[in-house]
């Protein structure tokens, strides 16, 4: 990929104060872009800003609520009112509520996570369509590893990021005839704020321990940045990151061992845990 492929084109990042959009955002203006950065922190947004311009960008903060379908329409109304036009839409938003389902309290946290995650991507796509059709421009949503292979104690995530898969996959044979590509970027684990952001099932952030597991061989935000441009920019359908396609694959030719595996890796230690410090997990 040319070191200014996005030079002058007009890009929506969601989830753009943290992580990987704030990553997504700050090369995206390294590369001379016109980028419209949306998320729920205005402060954060703002800073994010002000480095993307150093780097040469021209930024538009768009405080934004994705999980609300007015906020997405005025985010695309308000970046093509400013720039003139749009050429592509990276759907990064997301958070993660984590515990066994019967454990939430109702469902209001798994409807949240469905907001964000899924909706809020059909919503800034819908109303990015037309613009996009225009500039015969790009789709990018940053699913997961979870949108092809199940983990269990995280139901919501897993559903929005499944939802997230087959709204590209759909949307895609749509928009072919146009010239739109759609491009689903399905991390492993990114080193950023999002497993001290994920809630647990009273809606409480988990903090700092939510980055225990982290080692320094984990991909960082940037990389994964990187990652994504690249296949953006190539119109690349779908990019499985990290050793995802192991599980993408085994959950193709053997759902059965994957499931035992997952169970081993993933849900007995939190459980274990659980007992450990007195709380049920039954
Ligand atoms: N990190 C990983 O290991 C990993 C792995 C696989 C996939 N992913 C995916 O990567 C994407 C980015 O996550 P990240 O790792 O960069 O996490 P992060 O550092 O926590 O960033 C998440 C971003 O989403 C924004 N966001 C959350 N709720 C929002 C809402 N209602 N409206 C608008 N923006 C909202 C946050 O901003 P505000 O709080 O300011 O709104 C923040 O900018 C997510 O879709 C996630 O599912 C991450």
């Known amino acids: 990929m040319p070191d200014e492929s996005f030079r002058d084109q007009v890009v929506i990042v969601t989830g753009a104060s943290a992580g990987i959009g704030r990553a997504l955002a700050l090369q995206l203006a390294g590369q001379g872009a016109r980028v419209a950065v949306a998320a729920r922190r205005a402060d954060r947004l703002e800073q994010v800003a002000a480095e993307g311009r150093q780097r040469g960008g021209t930024l538009l903060v768009v405080p934004t609520d ?31 509520a984590t515990a066994l389902l019967e454990q939430f309290p109702n469902l209001g946290l798994f409807r949240q996570v469905m907001d964000v995650n899924f909706h809020g991507a059909v919503a800034c796509t819908y109303y990015a369509l037309p613009h996009l059709k225009r500039t015969r421009g790009r789709v990018v949503a940053i699913s997961s590893v ?3 292979a199940a983990l269990p104690y995280n139901t919501p995530y897993i559903s929005s990021k499944f939802a997230l898969q087959g709204f590209c996959d759909s949307l895609r044979m749509e928009l072919q005839p146009h010239g739109v590509s759609v491009t689903v970027i399905c991390p492993w684990w990114v080193v950023t ?26 991909m960082t935000a940037e990389r994964c940045a990187a990652l994504t441009l690249e296949a953006a920019w190539r119109r690349r359908r ?15 030719l053997a759902p059965g061992l994957l499931d035992w595996v997952t169970v081993k ?12 410090q007195g709380r049920t997990t039954e």
């Open 193 to 218: 704020e999002f497993h001290e952001a994920q809630l647990d099932q009273a809606g409480r952030p988990r903090g700092p321990r939510g980055r225990a597991f982290y080692t320094p061989n984990m």
């Open 265 to 276: 890796v993933f849900l007995e230690p939190v459980i274990r845990r659980a007992r450990a």
């Open 146 to 148: 979870g949108g092809k």
């Open 238 to 252: 779908e990019v499985v990151l990290g050793p995802g396609w192991l599980a993408a694959w085994l959950k193709l």
């Open 66 to 96: 994705v999980a609300d379908e007015t906020q997405c329409q005025a985010l695309i109304d308000k970046t093509v009112g400013a720039f003139g036009r749009l050429d592509m839409l990276i759907n990064n938003a997301g958070l993660a």
